[in-house]
T-cell receptor, first 116, second 119 residues
């Protein structure tokens, strides 16, 4: 079973609009973490935001916020006031601790295109 | 500057010719790992290391070897590369994670990636 699911292979958004990228996850571990990474066309992985499973409040980092709905097992990324430079591939990932070892499991990614 | 470096960044090779992709980090991180990225599949873990001389298989270890003789270095070895190992490879490092699900991000720092083509 897929542990991290990103159901939107591609999204197209007008500049300055807000955008929500979907991510659902599956784990029975009560302690886990959720990450979002951005991968521009240059290829590097850029850390955006993190949410711990015990964190009471939704994480925010500048224009990025994470809409964490624990009961629904979703961790959607919200980008407010999108910019042309936001065009990139976005990955959701879950950190699990398995037998003391950290593991990051990634979703398939969503390619976001911001139109001027 | 805290960073993870990988070399080479680009490599085109032929089937069966042994190669090594180097990875080095300057943050004194205990944990290091290798991922491969393929279209539609996201990133998948190949191998990881919890500390010096401690390595273990990830989800897709077949055809790869690793070693961790020093804390800063974690090379990926392809003894006999095949075309299905054509991919984008990332090395990553972090502090060893605790079991807490809150607080600090336990961020993994990624290298710039190595694009490998095996013909």
């Amino acid at each position: 079973a897929q542990k991290i699911t990103q159901t939107q292979p591609g999204m197209f958004v007008q500049e300055k609009e807000a955008v929500t990228l979907d991510c659902t996850y599956d784990t029975s571990d009560p302690s886990y973490g959720l990450f979002w990474y951005k991968q521009p066309s240059s290829g590097e992985m850029i850390f955006l935001i993190y949410q711990g499973s015990y964190d009471q409040q939704n994480a925010t980092e500048g224009r990025y916020s994470l809409n964490f709905q624990k009961a629904r097992k979703s961790a959607n990324l919200v980008i407010s006031a999108s910019q042309l430079g936001d065009s990139a591939m976005y990955f959701c990932a879950m950190r699990e601790i398995i037998q003391g070892a950290q593991k990051l499991v990634f979703g398939q990614g969503t390619r976001l295109t911001i139109n001027p | 500057e805290a960073q993870v470096t990988q070399n080479p960044r680009y490599l085109i090779t032929v089937t069966g010719k042994k190669l090594t992709v180097t990875c080095s980090q300057n943050m004194n991180h205990e944990y290091m790992s290798w991922y491969r990225q393929d279209p539609g599949l996201g990133l998948r873990q190949i191998y990881y290391s919890m500390n010096v001389e401690v390595t273990d298989k990830g989800d897709v270890p077949e055809g790869y070897k690793v070693s961790r003789k020093e804390k800063r270095n974690f090379p990926l070895i392809l003894e006999s590369p095949s075309p299905n190992q054509t991919s984008l490879y990332f090395c990553a490092s972090s502090s060893n994670a605790g079991t807490s699900g809150s607080g600090n991000p336990y961020e993994q720092y990624f290298g710039p990636g190595t694009r490998l083509t095996v013909t």
